[in-house]
């Protein structure tokens, strides 16, 4: 009898895992045929077809195959248990109008003996399109091709959901446990898409519209063009805006490429979308056409609104219209008179609380915001203060709330953190059967009972070795499973999802406090970006340029711009641009990325005695090329990409982003803005023998710079009371062990032999 409850409470908690997965999506589906049913025909389910063109008169649409692979479901994904589901999140560009003709392809595979009420049910967007039985036939890589109604696709968020009602014995139930029940989603599935090119309306208030799409259906395509040899104001703008367009951009795909201006000679050989940034006198777009903000004077360049009145020389400018060239794609010019306007222009660009304000193609900004003052790190912090809000888990199943916890410094210290937890909980959970974990960055580090006695008002604290945080974001998560009594007068009991009577929430005014400071900070490339980068929003950053940069120093920093905002939540970006020969290693900018050829970027030389693969003095050589292997490169150029990581004597972190040539420095940048080769960087350097090859290693001894940290009470290393003076008492215990070992084999001898004579 245990038994056969104790299965039918796991049977309530599968069927709980299926309705919540669909009820809190907005699905409603008809509940699961009970045992009485299971021998019923599966019923077709009508499915909503856009109404019938004939073919003779059918308009021609542009079209696309995406398969999951293309959407970011690289793998084949098994789902187990009687009832299971899968979302898949589709976003469909804004620039596409929908038009008849859209189709989706699943392709599956499941066991061949699963019992004939089995099924797959098909939603779009919450509406059923289709469904079949899972069949002996259609066991291995089965195909259901259901077409897509074009009136509820949506612009922008849509929903593919698969739901799988399965099992093989005639009570479901039975099936809770068996491995044997499942079925795989292939990534080959696919999706026939029908559009046509939406028309283009410039609007800086819908800003990063219609430059980026916020979809996973195309690769944005947008280029910089900025002048062959751009000025600091210049590069600032360019490194703002990245930073800007890497933030909003930060789930997609984007290509982002510079291109100096003297290449518009022939502007339809650049494609897609085009950012120019530039001062007024540097762009000669705005002499190549009318604009109704552009005045000439005498052959000076003045800018004026619209209603004619002259603006001021240290307005920044923003203009929005339709490529000439492309009617697909659209332009966009930052710009400014004076290096002042110039940066107020992209700057107000860049930041939240003035781009959203923006009207119509022409912005005119005279003053962006104050910035505020820096915010020293919290030692202690709430849930709130991160942002959250109470957050509950509701269901029998289990369920994870996450938290992400970002942190600029590397905590190794001999001591804990502390998480204190409040929370509450269902009074009607089974307390021996409902638990709560903390985890962090997937390392569990405690659990405990769901009680009766922590229902109400629940406080429990956990330590948390400090040694599990990293530079960069972490995360802390809860993992929960509540579970109910089985009630055996309840005959729905398996079906229900119970989301009312078990739930568990965690309060925002959960607390962590963390370690008065870290003992030393140990930095490596594996650090990147956010070992290299404090403050969100870059103002401690530098990137430290050559005193006569090109459009590739522009191309660079742009790369690494767009990576480090990726990852910053601030409303706006301000980082520096320095120049070699203002360059002094004691700057107060504490992190600072190096960038160009060492031979044409006099301040890499200064970082030479910390450097692992140091450079001949005005040379994009190194100082000793025995060091690493020489190869000829697959390329044929020669060239060589290097990523280095440094920290200073006053232990600040510098990256250098080099190479032996224009073409080397380009790659290492890139490498630094593409996910896979981020995720092969460790140690000290990484060099780049191809744009598509990365070796990364360590040649010093790792990189610590001391930190001052208060002193941790009561810290005591286990390995001095195992070896110090207290393991004496160990020595005499294990000799006199021997001797009284030696003397009962004495006298068992004796004893033995004198029995032997009588």
Known sequence: MKTQSIMKIFCSIIVSVFAISTGLAGNVLA????????????????????????????????????????????????????????????????????KPGNSVTIQFSHPLNLASYSSLAVDFNSVRIGSVSLTPENADNGRLKLD????????????????????????????????????????????????????????????????????NLLINQLSIVTADNPSVSELKAVAVISAKLGQLNSFYNMNLVVVPESAMSSPASVKGNKIFIGLSKNLKVLTSGAYPFVKSVGGKLDFVSLDGKTLNPDDGILWEDVSPTDPTSVRLIVTGQTDAGLEKAAQGLANDSIYVRLKGQLGVIQQIPQTLPIVPARKSMT????????????????????????????WKVATEATFNLHFGHSALLYSQGSVVSLLVNDIPVGSDLLTTDNAENGNLTYKIPARLFKIGNNTLSFQTDGQLPYDPQDKYFCDKDHFYESWVTVYSDSSLT??????????????????????????????????????????????????????????????NVIKASDYKNDSTIVYQILIGEPGKNKAISQLNAILPLPFAEGKNTLQNPQQIAQIVSPTGSGSIGYIQAAITDKDKPRLVVTGNSAEGVLWAAKALNDQDKVDQLKGDFAILDSPVSIYSASIKDPIVAEVDATPVAGVVTPIRTITGISTTWVLWLAGGLFLLTLLMIIIFTVFTLRNKNK
């Open 31 to 98: 509940r699961a045929p009970q045992v009485g049913d299971i021998n019923q025909a599966v019923q077709p389910t009508p499915t909503l077809s856009p109404t019938a063109v004939p073919t003779s008169v059918q308009p021609k649409f542009s079209t696309k195959n995406v398969t999951l692979t293309d959407l970011g479901y690289s793998k084949d994904e098994t789902v187990q248990g009687i009832l299971a589901s899968r979302l898949y999140e589709i976003r469909w560009p804004g620039s596409w109008d929908v």
């Open 148 to 215: 897509i109604p074009a009136n509820i696709i949506n612009a922008g968020y849509n929903e593919l959901a698969l739901h799988f009602y399965m099992g093989i014995h005639d009570n479901y139930c039975d099936d809770i446990q068996n491995p044997g029940v499942w079925a795989t989603i292939h990534s080959a599935s696919a999706f026939d898409l029908s559009y046509d090119n939406a028309t283009l309306a410039p609007e800086l208030g819908l800003f990063p519209v219609p430059l980026l799409q916020k979809s």
């Open 383 to 410: 849930l709130a203060n991160l942002g959250y809000k109470d957050q509950t888990a509701g269901g029998t199943s289990k369920q994870t709330i996450t938290y992400v916890l970002p942190l600029t410094g590397e």
């Open 514 to 575: 963390l370690p008065d400071g870290p003992t030393s900070l140990v930095l490596d490339l594996e650090n990147y970006p956010a070992g290299f980068s404090g403050i969100t929003d870059l103002s401690d950053l530098g990137f430290v340029v050559a005193d006569s940069p090109d459009w590739t120093t522009a191309q660079a920093i742009a790369w690494i711009a767009t990576r480090l905002g990726r990852y910053s939540p601030s409303p706006d970006f301000n980082p």
